[in-house]
């Protein structure tokens, strides 16, 4: 049937079931409805298309154009009667591009399903369907429909950090398998039983149509189960990451309902899997780069937790505005930004400032709390607004010590004793080593001296590419290897060893590791600025934009914000926190290494580990790219290599094994004919060594020399191979001068050479005097893909197969 | 360059070989084409089949010169030949021989039949009685006849060449396959070309043809040759040949019926007398592929079926395709 409907229909299933791993991306499956909706469009105008026979073209233009604007209706692009488009049309779909590329960038999987995501994973499988029905059923060739099939399948596995259930790629290779058997068993039926059953000589019993099928399913099965099956063999790489994309995390957790608040007993994690897109806050600001949010600053840890939210409980008086704070030292510039929220979530006596608070408009009585910079308010406020400073400092200012500070003069705040130095027991002998070694490899080359710049370090060895984004906490490992009865590791060691975690964790782990430096540090909860809505010029804050980070306090800027979270769910770091060529670091021979934009975070660097040895330096050499880059070069030249090298032990073992001089003869015949055939030479099966011999006398572009050489060979072989044996025992005295490949016949009197070594020799000049007849490409093919090296593999190869498919045939 | 011939090699005669033998069956080749003209191919057939002490099945229409193809073999190599004109009341007596009651010696006194004679002509082999036929046959195979409990070997060389009609088939007993197997060779003679025609009217027109033709050896010497011919060599290379082409004449479906061992046997035997006339001792894929044709075409059945191939060029079509084997065992090229 020329339309095929039952094609077209798995082709659509397939597209379906390839993109059926998005919904571990989103939080809720809105993408869902629209995609069937669209598949069904493209499929149905795809049978419409092929019935009326319209040319592909027309087909693929009418799925598009209908494709295009069932996007229009589904996610109201249009402004103009019946919902069709108007001029706007760019700055809707500009809009939602720009929605949806933000929450790809601020999200961990599964993130919330914003129209602009759904409206970018829709129109991405709308576009693969599209191209899935032209390959598959329009032009017949399901198979290379799996290409794009399996490019919708990969945004999906690329984009979860853990590994995707077996199903999802179980049941997309099936559909696809199947979609590859409906076309082609309706191909093969189409065959007359003659083609199937060609004779061949010496190959035995006729071959049926079923014994296609059969063999194409079993080959399917075995197919599908070493593909799941090798996964369990394959080397686990550590996973790279190009761009920042969705981030890494496995599973959704719904988030409550109703306002949002940070108990005194941090647990970000409720809120971190908050993955609904209830906006908690709405806000405008005149920052270019707003900074997060904070709620709540806690100082002390114990047994995993964070405790102690030492803001004051509200009870509250206005601000007095004269008074220095804490937070940003004396003499640092800074910079005053507006600040307007729009429906708070954010229960009271908690609310969301994005710095140090200078003025506030808040429906409510407020205060803040000189020591941590946090408001807090007598009731839940919808609408505030604020104005803050953003810290500004300068290099020299970052790089004061506490020492400096007081051979100075500077006032410090009683920030150096108390909790604010405190390490958890548990972790502490870890967290000195690492910090102590970090601190030692230092940022830019040298140790660090200065706070700032062990700050700068850790903060360094956080971000780089040994440590992964999850929401998954890796098992606690056992504290010593081996030895399963000592218990398992505390929250930060284990972290510090498995390196896989998220704000929390990052942060706890600077925050311990700045104190066992003698830096006071703290952590401070809140959120993430958000994403950013260009039509309505105005951030959004949802819950799972929930975040932790630590501030450390330097002497001569004060509590300091840094950003030890790789990018990806928490952004860049703030300006001071990336690090810059100081007067006072070390010169380093690589100016570029101390540049802002080459220690992105995001950019792989090494840094400081245990031991900077040589071997680093070597290992460093075989990241995992250029390992696979190499393995995979290796490997093509191994398979390069393997047939000429089966090939030439197959022909070394052939003239080894013939005992007598005939076979010998036979032997180097049956090479030259094989090199003569990959040579382009080749020769029907039927023809004796005479007509062999008018035939090679017949090829054009040999010269007189290889057509001499071959008709001696020739007579050789038939010499050997059919005159009575007698006649090879006592070759005549005079035999030499036939050796002459210039002789153009043996006479009479003088039979041919029977030498293995003349034959040989003989063999090989005909050999190469031909080859050098030959064009480039023949000959290259005849030397890197012999066919007797190909038929050997080939046969080995069912060899194999017919082993390992045997039990399944006798079942 | 060289030619097919000088790729030849004479590695010595054998005992059994006559010398001359290439010399005396080009002799008879040449006196039997100067009475057939135009038909060298066939003429070289006949007198491999002769050679190889074989039977000839000549199918073909009346008057393109199948008798005259017999005489002319039997008078060029001396032999006697007697012709008998098939009917269906034709007895296989008559064939044979009958043995008659001498009232003067009181004993039966065997009269030989028309078989008793070096080349014996069956015209219409077809027209005679099944059990005429299979007495001829039996004669054919056994070269000897039997009667009332006496044996009477048939002379040497003994050659029969039986003609068929293809067409006028009504009334007919066509050869069972069972019989057609024994013939070594079957060839159709075909209608000569305009200019071979045109030549024998202005050479035979007034003359009898045979009259001018004279016997180049004797029925001696053509005995010795037929047994010198079963001392060439024929290498395990060329046995093997033979047989994957009778495998693969049975293998084909394209046939209903392949080929039977005893046609391998003939065949090789043929290849001898082939080998023989080339002039060499022994047997060449060539020599094989020259007479697989007329010695197998006979003996195979076509599948049939709309759309099937003659017999002919399925036996073609199996030369081109089936390898020509190395003498080494096992898979070969």
Redesign the interface.
Same mark, same amino acid.
């Given at each position: 049937m020329r339309a095929r409907p039952l094609d077209t229909l798995l082709a659509g299933f397939a597209v379906l079931v390839a993109a059926w791993p998005l919904s571990t991306l989103l939080v809720r499956q809105t993408w869902v409805m629209p995609t069937i909706a669209i598949l069904l469009l493209v499929g149905v105008i795809g049978v419409l298309g092929r019935s009326q026979r319209w040319p592909a073209v027309v087909t693929v233009a009418a799925q598009v154009l209908a494709a295009l604007l069932a996007l229009n209706w589904l996610f109201h692009l249009g402004d103009g009667p019946y919902g069709l488009p108007t001029w706007t049309l760019p700055t809707h779909v500009s809009d939602l591009v720009t929605q949806g590329l933000r929450t790809m960038a601020n999200y961990a999987a599964p993130a919330p399903a914003t129209p602009g995501l759904v409206f970018l994973l829709v129109v991405m499988v709308s576009a693969f369907a599209v191209v899935v029905d032209l390959l598959a059923v329009e032009l017949r060739s399901p198979a290379l429909a799996g290409f794009p099939l399996l490019i919708i399948f990969m945004i999906s596995v690329v984009n979860t950090g853990d590994a995707l259930p077996v199903r999802y790629f179980a049941v997309l290779a099936i559909v696809w398998l199947l979609l590859v058997a409906q076309h082609n068993t309706g191909q093969l039926g189409h065959w007359g039983n003659?083609a199937v059953?060609r004779?061949e +000589?010496?190959r @035995?019993d006729?071959v049926g149509l079923g014994r296609f099928t059969d063999r194409a399913r079993v080959a399917a099965v075995v197919a599908v189960l070493l593909a799941l099956g090798a996964q369990s063999v394959l080397p686990d790489v550590p996973t790279r990451f190009l761009i920042p994309g969705l981030g890494r995390a496995d599973s959704a957790a719904q988030g409550a309902r109703g306002p949002i608040s940070f108990s005194s007993s941090v647990d970000l994690d409720r809120s971190l899997r908050d993955r609904s897109d209830r906006p908690v806050l709405i806000y405008k600001t005149n920052a270019p780069q707003p900074p997060p949010l904070a709620v709540a600053v806690s100082t002390g840890y114990e047994n995993g937790r964070w405790f102690g939210d030492r803001a004051t409980p509200p009870g509250l008086d206005d601000l007095d505005r004269g008074q220095q704070p804490q937070g940003i030292a004396e003499g640092v510039r800074t910079v005053v930004r507006q600040f307007s929220a729009a429906g708070n979530q954010v229960s009271s006596p908690q609310l969301a400032v994005p710095g140090d608070v200078v003025q506030a408009d808040v429906d409510a009585r407020w205060r803040k709390d000189e020591v941590t910079g946090i408001v807090r308010v007598s009731r839940q406020a919808q609408t505030y607004r604020l104005i803050y400073r953003e810290p500004a400092p300068t290099p020299a200012q970052l790089a004061v010590t506490r020492a400096d500070a007081e051979r100075s003069g500077i006032p410090l705040p009683d920030v150096y004793g108390g909790d604010l130095l405190e390490l958890d027991p548990a972790s502490a002998p870890l967290v000195r080593r690492t910090a102590d070694e970090i601190v030692a490899g230092g940022v830019n080359g040298g140790p660090a001296t200065t706070a700032y710049d062990k700050a700068l370090a850790i903060q360094q060895y956080l971000r780089s590419n040994r440590f992964s984004y999850s929401l998954t906490l890796a098992p606690p490992q056992p504290r010593e290897p081996g030895n399963p009865g000592a218990g398992t590791l505390d929250p930060i060691s284990n972290f510090l060893t498995t390196r896989q975690g998220y704000c929390t964790q990052f942060a706890t782990s600077m925050i311990m590791m700045a104190r066992s430096q003698g830096i006071p540090a703290r952590l401070v909860l809140g959120f993430l600025p958000g994403s950013y809505s260009p039509r309505t010029a105005s951030y959004t804050v949802v819950a799972g934009d929930a975040h932790a980070w630590p501030e450390i306090y330097l002497a001569g800027v004060g509590w300091t914000r840094f950003e030890p979270t790789p990018s990806g769910r928490s952004g860049t770091a703030p300006g001071w926190a990336v690090p810059t060529a100081t007067p006072t670091a070390t010169p380093t021979p690589t100016p570029t290494a101390a540049s802002p934009r080459a220690q992105q975070p995001t950019a792989p660097q090494e840094a400081p580990t245990t031991s900077t040895s040589t071997w680093d330096s070597v290992r460093g050499l075989f990241t995992p790219m250029r390992l696979i880059l190499l393995g995979s070069v290796l490997a093509v030249l191994a398979l390069l290599a393997l047939t000429p090298v089966t090939a030439a032990l197959v022909r070394r073992r052939r003239r080894e094994q013939a005992r007598s001089e005939?076979?010998r003869v036979?032997a180097q015949?049956?090479t030259l004919?094989e090199q003569l055939d990959d040579l382009g030479l080749g020769a +029907?099966? @039927?023809?004796? !060594?005479?007509?062999l $011999?008018?035939h090679y006398?017949s090829v054009p572009g040999l010269d007189a020399a290889s057509?001499d050489g071959l $008709?001696t060979m020739?007579?050789t072989v038939?010499?050997v191979?059919?005159? +009575?044996t007698?006649?090879v025992d006592h070759p005549s005295a005079t035999e030499p001068s036939a050796t002459d490949p210039n002789a153009?016949? !043996?006479?009479?009197t003088d +039979?041919?050479p029977t030498d293995p070594h003349k034959v040989a020799d003989q063999a090989d000049e005909v050999r190469s005097r031909v080859a050098r007849t030959r064009s480039l490409p023949v000959r290259l093919r005849a030397a890197l893909l012999p066919t007797t090296g190909l038929q050997v593999l080939s046969r080995a190869g069912w060899k194999v197969y017919d082993a390992l498919t045997d039990p399944l045939r006798r079942r | 360059m060289d030619s097919p011939q000088t790729l030849a090699h004479d590695g010595g005669t054998p005992p059994a070989l006559a010398p001359d033998a290439a010399a005396v069956a080009a002799r008879i080749v040449e006196a039997v084409c100067s009475v057939i003209e135009g038909k060298p191919e066939e003429v070289r057939t006949a007198v491999v089949v002769l050679l190889a002490g074989g039977h000839l099945l000549l199918e073909d229409v009346p008057g393109v010169g199948k008798t005259m193809l017999a005489k002319s073999l039997a008078k060029a190599t001396g032999t006697t030949v007697r012709r008998v004109q098939c009917t269906p009341d034709l007895l296989p007596s008559d064939i044979t021989g009958v043995s008659i009651f001498n009232q003067q010696t009181q004993a039966f006194e065997f009269r030989p039949g028309a078989v008793f004679t070096n080349v014996l002509i069956g015209d219409e082999i077809n027209r005679a009685s099944p059990k005429t036929q299979s007495a001829l046959l039996e004669a054919m195979e056994e070269r000897q006849v039997s009667s009332d409990g006496h044996t009477y070997p048939l002379p040497r060389p003994f050659l029969v060449v039986a003609t068929q009609n293809p067409i006028e088939m009504e009334g007919t007993y066509p050869l069972p396959e069972a019989q057609r197997d024994r013939f070594m060779a079957r060839i159709s003679l075909g209608y000569p070309t305009a200019d071979a025609e045109l030549a024998m009217l202005a050479s035979h027109g007034d003359s009898d043809p045979l009259a001018g033709l004279t016997a180049v050896t004797d029925a001696a010497e053509l005995a010795a040759l037929i047994a010198s011919v079963r001392a060439v060599h024929a290498s395990p290379a060329a046995q093997r040949y033979v047989v994957e082409l009778c495998r693969a004449s049975r293998q084909t479906t394209a046939l209903r019926l392949g080929a039977s061992p005893r046609a391998g046997l003939q065949l090789l035997q043929a290849a001898k007398a082939e080998a023989v006339l080339a002039g060499r001792d022994h047997v060449l894929p060539d020599d094989i592929q020259a007479m697989a044709l007329p010695v197998l075409v006979h003996r195979l059945i076509p599948a049939g079926g709309p759309g099937h191939r003659g017999v002919e060029d399925v036996v073609r079509e199996l030369v081109r395709v089936t390898p020509v084997p190395s003498a080494a065992p096992g898979p070969s090229r």
């Open positions: 003659t059953r004779y +000589p010496g @035995g006729a005939a076979e036979e015949w049956l004919r +029907p099966a @039927g023809l004796t !060594p005479r007509t $011999a008018d006398r057509r $008709a020739l007579a038939e010499r191979r059919y005159a +009575p007698r006649a153009t016949v !043996p006479s009479r +039979p041919s | -």
